[in-house]
């Protein structure tokens, strides 16, 4: 495993290539300017599904189809507003905010790992790293995004939390975890062949192995009309 915190986009490229990988942007990971986020990471994990996190708040902010710049197109992915990727950590009934910490980013032969670090008032540090893996759809205008978290040092009896948005689903089952998840919005957007939800929850963490969170997105409205043969 390669780590690329703070080498240069030339030597990431070439570790890249080194290693015979298949990916629709040379490099796939690559740090920069992105929505107005001076500190965005922006992951290319398929033609089908590029994702953008904010280092300086650790969250996912940007899903899409496509590229980047004038070669990308559908969006399916982007919340409203204010970032809704809150991590807390609830320890004695308490729950917390800590201060988070982008910790950079290790490359494998064909996956990517995020390093967060979640500082407790205290001092005490949690770790988290998370790494995204693309699911191919049999439906093109669908993609799948598997998120994988492993955690250290929370401390015994406290649950880490996590407020995600999660848009552009076709049913509740689009959304799966092997944590708890508890929804707590549900907006429903109508076309002529079906509707869309986005939902707003909480995401408490598996107390004893790595928590996965699926998210099945629905890409262009209009694709998923004529594909349905309804437009």
């Known amino acids: 495993m390669k780590s690329v915190l703070g080498i240069g986009l030339a030597a990431l490229g ?10 629709p942007a040379d490099p ?20 089908r599904l590029w994702i953008a996190y904010d280092a300086a708040t650790c ?61 407790l008032q205290d001092g005490r540090i949690v770790r988290v790293t998370e790494e ?3 699911v191919p759809q049999k439906n093109e205008n669908r993609a799948e995004l598997l998120r994988r978290f492993t955690v250290s040092g929370l401390p015994a009896g406290a649950s880490l939390t996590l ?39 909480v995401l408490q963490f598996h107390p004893s192995e790595p928590t996965t969170l699926s998210m099945t997105f629905t890409g262009d409205a209009e694709a998923e009309s004529r594909r349905r043969g309804r437009s």
């Open 14 to 23: 070439c570790c890249m290539l080194a290693a015979g990988l298949r990916a």
């Open 28 to 47: 796939w990971v690559f740090r920069g300017l992105a929505e107005g986020r001076p500190h965005a990471v922006t992951v290319a994990l398929d033609q």
């Open 59 to 119: 969250e996912l902010f940007k899903a899409w189809r496509g590229g980047s710049g004038k070669e990308s197109e559908a969006l399916v992915y982007q919340p409203a507003g204010a970032a809704r990727q809150v991590w807390e950590v609830i320890e004695g009934g308490t729950a917390r905010r800590p201060a988070v910490r982008f910790a950079g980013y290790t490359l494998g032969d064909s996956t990517v790992a995020l390093h967060y670090e979640l500082k």
């Open 132 to 134: 995204p893996v693309y």
């Open 163 to 201: 407020a995600v948005s999660a848009e552009s689903m076709l049913l509740g089952g689009d959304l799966k975890t092997n944590g708890k998840w508890a929804s707590e919005s549900r907006q429903k957007r109508l076309y002529e062949w079906g509707s869309i939800y986005d939902f707003e929850g």
